[in-house]
């Protein structure tokens, strides 16, 4: 059985990442996550709307995940991958070339983005919300979470 890993933030879940995590689960058998860190995405310049453990938890309640982990410098994915004893390194295509130097230690994939669909999207779209609806959206999405985390105890 391959092992694969992944990176990525995985902020506003959406089905862009549960069709990206099948096709990496399909490609291997064992998926792992890198989850940007709230001190990482600090470092890159982003704000995430969950924290990097309501994150976590989103993603590792997929069933296409089996272990997460935090990602918390861009040095560190040589290391993983080790660790993890990863045959694959999968990342979406819009960072095609950038990580072609861990091909020294598995094999590395670049796989097309979901059409139409992306966090950032998704941002934008919001951001022209009236505040009274975004609060009722906020409310909903922490809804969602503890409705996951009860499924999860059980």
Same mark, same amino acid.
């Given at each position: /059985?391959?092992?694969? @890993? ?11 990442? &549960?069709?990206?995590? $099948?096709?990496?689960?399909? /490609?291997?058998? $064992?998926? =792992?996550?890198? &989850?940007?860190?709230? #001190?990482?995405? *600090? @470092? !890159?310049? !982003? ?8 994150? %976590? ?17 861009? +040095?560190? !994915?040589?290391? +993983?991958?080790?660790?993890?004893? %990863?045959? &694959?390194?999968? /990342? ?10 861990? %091909? !020294?230690?598995? #094999? ?6 979901? +059409?139409? @669909? *992306? ?12 505040? $009274?609806?975004?609060?009722? &959206? ?7 979470? #503890? =409705? ?7």
């Amino acid at each position: /059985m391959k092992t694969v @890993i992944t990176y990525g933030t995985f902020d506003l879940f959406h089905v862009g990442h &549960i069709r990206l995590l $099948k096709r990496l689960k399909d /490609m291997g058998g $064992k998926l =792992i996550v890198g &989850i940007s860190s709230d #001190e990482f995405n *600090s @470092i !890159k310049g !982003k704000q995430s709307f969950y924290s990097y453990e309501e994150r %976590a938890e989103i993603v590792l309640s997929c069933k296409y995940v089996d272990q997460v982990f935090p990602e918390d410098d861009w +040095d560190q !994915k040589r290391g +993983d991958i080790l660790k993890y004893n %990863a045959s &694959i390194f999968a /990342m979406g295509n819009d960072w095609q070339g950038k990580f072609d130097d861990l %091909a !020294k230690v598995c #094999e590395v994939v670049y796989l097309p983005r979901t +059409d139409y @669909i *992306s966090t950032t999207s998704i941002k934008e779209k919001l951001a022209g919300i009236n505040s $009274k609806d975004l609060e009722l &959206i906020e409310k909903s999405m922490h809804d969602v979470i #503890e =409705i996951v985390q009860g499924l999860v105890r059980k």
